[in-house]
């Protein structure tokens, strides 16, 4: 808003507080947990990006399919994470469509997942059903790619959003998504030990498409969590597991708190990441890194880990949907190559930066465009990114393409480019103390 309209930080929030989309759930939303998992994560994130409201249209008392405290309703689920119910229908309203079986109009778009798929559809497709397993991944992408085209064309930064099919799979994200090898097994092994670095924006919806995975109760299952600051308000737009209750409380602690509710232990590491971390015996081998600066992520390859997955996102209106994901080690780049020659090449936009500069507290996370070189922070953008890192951490140990880099925009998902080895993961997976510590089957 800021930078495509010359906004102060006051106009632009009024301007969100205008924006609103509509969620219509049909009866097929009863038995897919893709679906589910692509529901809850448009109610979650548009919840933070469309201020005027989430009108959500849901059948009577679905039954949850995902892993939730209280295994309470769906409709209670997305109650509680900021859906509006309502059966008035505003005229021309932009609607997402959630299996309901209707084609859809101008204004409207059918949401599609299955484990390992996730997208959209337009008007002059025949979608088909969803899936039916017990994966979240291809649901939190497809969810978080229907708020983001919806928020995109809202805003008007790109009128024409909604105008194509597309998608991803996140098995073969080099593959057309909709090809009979785009999608991944339906047995797989999951990660149960990892280490967190970063608990903000990105880290948090790492943490979200973790949580909604179906860990049995005697996994085991561990999370270290790196992080030293405080929620402020600026993280209520963007951070997944963040509620008003949780400002100048510390980001390990909300996200701990909100892992115990689940089952889910953790350790708490609550200093900053420097040279001095270094993982120890008994510890994560792999790790899931959500920095927002170049710096931290330059040194990742100094603290003993096998395995880093990390996400960079764009930083202006014309790439802040923009999604960089490497892991390292890797053949054909380092950590500190790729990272260490921005650590003071970026530099603040100026009317971003006077614009916050005019107001005393940060009001929304996404008008923090860029300040000091760090990425746009949308919550529908983490959500996207979040799938395609933990899909790589799975396929990292069930036979899956290794990929070294893959660049995806969620305004041409289908531009993709998607840098791979063109094998598997070996050596990364290779001590025997890390299979045994940090992976279960789990059959789907």
């Not at 909300?254 to 270094?278: N, Q």
């Not at 100026?350 to 916050?356: D, G, I, M, P, S």
């Amino acid at each position: 808003m800021i930078e495509k309209n010359g906004f102060g930080a006051e106009e632009a929030l009024q301007q969100l507080k205008s924006f609103k989309v509509r969620l219509r759930c049909g009866e097929a939303i009863r038995s897919s947990v893709p679906l589910q998992a692509a529901f809850l994560t448009a109610v979650n994130t548009a919840a933070r990006a469309f201020l005027g409201g989430v009108q959500v249209e849901l059948p009577a008392d679905v039954i949850c399919l995902l892993p939730w405290p209280g295994a309470g309703s769906l409709n209670a689920i997305a109650l509680e994470l900021g859906a509006n119910f309502t059966s008035e229908v505003e005229p021309g309203l932009l609607t997402l469509h959630f299996g309901t079986g209707e084609k859809p109009t101008d204004e409207e778009i059918v949401v599609w997942a299955t484990d390992w798929r996730g997208g959209v559809f337009t008007e002059s497709e025949v979608t088909p059903v969803n899936g039916t397993g017990l994966l979240p991944l291809g649901g939190v992408y497809a969810g978080g790619l229907a708020v983001a085209l919806a928020f995109l064309k809202t805003a008007k930064i790109q009128p024409q959003a909604l105008d194509k099919t597309t998608g991803i799979s996140l098995w073969r994200p080099d593959l057309n998504w909709l090809a009979k090898d785009a999608e991944g097994p339906a047995d797989v092994a999951v990660p149960t030990k990892l280490w967190l670095l970063g608990l903000g924006h990105l880290g948090q919806a790492y943490l979200w498409t973790l949580g909604l995975l179906p860990f049995p109760a005697s996994a085991g299952v561990e999370f270290f969590l790196q992080d030293h600051d405080k929620a402020v308000e600026a993280n209520l737009s963007a951070g997944l597991l963040c509620t008003a209750n949780d400002v100048d409380q510390l980001k390990t602690r909300i996200c701990a708190d909100w892992l115990a509710k689940r089952g889910l232990a953790t350790r708490l590491i609550e200093r900053k990441f420097d040279l001095s971390t270094v993982r120890g015996e008994g510890e994560p081998y792999v790790a899931l890194c959500g920095f927002d600066n170049a710096y931290s992520r330059s040194i990742l390859e100094n603290a003993g880990f096998d395995l880093v997955v990390e996400a960079g996102l764009g930083d202006s209106l014309e790439n802040f949907d923009k999604i960089m994901l490497h892991t390292f080690p890797s053949e054909f780049q380092t950590a500190e190559k790729v990272w260490g020659d921005l650590q003071t090449g970026l530099l603040p936009k100026e009317r971003v930066l006077q614009a916050l500069s005019a107001t005393a507290k940060k009001v929304c996370g996404i008008l923090e465009l860029t300040i000091a070189g760090k990425a746009v922070s949308s919550s529908f953008v983490g959500a996207c990114a979040a799938s395609l890192a933990v899909a790589e951490l799975l396929r990292a140990r069930n036979g899956g393409l290794k990929i070294d880099k893959l660049v995806t925009q969620l305004r041409v998902p289908d531009d993709t480019r998607v840098g791979a080895a063109g094998g598997t993961y070996t050596t990364e997976l290779g001590r025997s103390s890390y299979q045994e510590l940090s992976i279960l089957k789990v059959n789907v």
